[in-house]
T-cell receptor, first 115, second 120 residues
Framework: AQTVTQSQPEMSVQEAETVTLSCTYD???????LFWYKQPPSRQMILVIR??????QNATENRFSVNFQKAAKSFSLKISDSQLGDAAMYFCAYRSRNRDDKIIFGKGTRLHILP | EPEVTQTPSHQVTQMGQEVILRCVPI?????FYWYRQILGQKVEFLVSFYNNEISEKSEIFDDQFSVERPDGSNFTLKIRSTKLEDSAMYFC??????????????????FGAGSRLTVL
C-alpha cells in the first residue's frame, strides 16, 4: 500500500522569505500523481500544485514550486516570497494513475508566517 | 469555476441519531469520494463511488455508514447511529477519471468546503 510521510509537523517562516516543506512517499507503482493541498483556517481543501510522475520537469504555479525526485520518492514544496495568506496546513498527497483511485494524504505540516 | 457544494456546513446531533450529509459534485464528474478529518488529525479516506456503486471503502466505513446518489446530482453520506468519535469534518470530493487527458484536470480531486459534524 502507498504511504505519504510529512516529517515536519510545524514550520515557521518570515514574511517575504522562502520556505520548503518536505514530503516523502512509498509506492511500487511507476506512474502516479502527487499533489500539495492547502487547508486554511476555514478548513477547505485547496489544490496548490500537482505533478505527474512521468514528467521530469518540476511543476510551478506562481510562487509555488516543487522539487520532485522520483528515485528518492521525494516531493517537496517551495513557497517563495511568503505571504501572510500562506499560513495554513499543507498536505502532501498521492494518487495512483493506474486506477481511478482515492487520494492518500500525509499528516500535514502547519505553516506559520511571521510578520 | 465549478464547485463541489456540501450541506450542512455544521450539524450538531445527539449520540445515536442518524445524520445525512449532502454533497453536489461537479456536474460532469464521474467519481465521488467522502473523506473525514478529526480535528487536528490527518484527512482520512472513507469511501469512493462510481457508476452507482462503491468502488472502495476504508476500515472506517463500517455498517453504520452508507452512501447514495439518489437523483443523479446529490451524493449523500448517511451515518445511522452516530457515536462521539464520529465528530469530525467530512469532505466530499469528485473527479473525472484519473486516466483522462493530461493537464485537463482529470487527475485532480476537487473538494467541497466540508461539513462539520459534532456529536454530543
Amino acid at each position: 500500500a502507498q504511504t505519504v510521510t510529512q516529517s515536519q509537523p510545524e514550520m515557521s517562516v518570515q514574511e517575504a522569505e522562502t520556505v520548503t516543506l518536505s514530503c516523502t512517499y512509498d509506492t511500487s507503482e511507476s506512474d502516479y500523481y502527487l499533489f500539495w493541498y492547502k487547508q486554511p483556517p476555514s478548513r477547505q481543501m485547496i489544490l496548490v500544485i500537482r505533478q505527474e510522475a512521468y514528467k521530469q520537469q518540476n511543476a510551478t504555479e506562481n510562487r509555488f514550486s516543487v522539487n520532485f525526485q522520483k528515485a528518492a520518492k521525494s516531493f517537496s514544496l517551495k513557497i517563495s516570497d511568503s505571504q501572510l495568506g500562506d499560513a495554513a496546513m499543507y498536505f502532501c498527497a498521492y494518487r495512483s494513475r493506474n486506477r481511478d483511485d482515492k487520494i492518500i494524504f500525509g499528516k500535514g505540516t502547519r505553516l506559520h508566517i511571521l510578520p | 469555476e465549478p464547485e463541489v457544494t456540501q450541506t450542512p456546513s455544521h450539524q450538531v446531533t445527539q449520540m445515536g441519531q442518524e445524520v445525512i450529509l449532502r454533497c453536489v459534485p461537479i456536474s460532469n464528474h464521474l467519481y465521488f469520494y467522502w473523506y473525514r478529518q478529526i480535528l487536528g488529525q490527518k484527512v482520512e479516506f472513507l469511501v469512493s463511488f462510481y457508476n452507482n456503486e462503491i468502488s472502495e471503502k476504508s476500515e472506517i466505513f463500517d455498517d453504520q455508514f452508507s452512501v447514495e446518489r439518489p437523483d443523479g446530482s446529490n451524493f449523500t453520506l448517511k451515518i445511522r447511529s452516530t457515536k462521539l468519535e464520529d465528530s469530525a469534518m467530512y469532505f466530499c470530493a469528485s473527479s473525472l477519471p484519473g486516466q483522462g487527458v493530461i493537464g485537463s484536470g482529470a487527475n485532480v480531486l476537487t473538494f467541497g468546503a466540508g461539513s462539520r459534524l459534532t456529536v454530543l
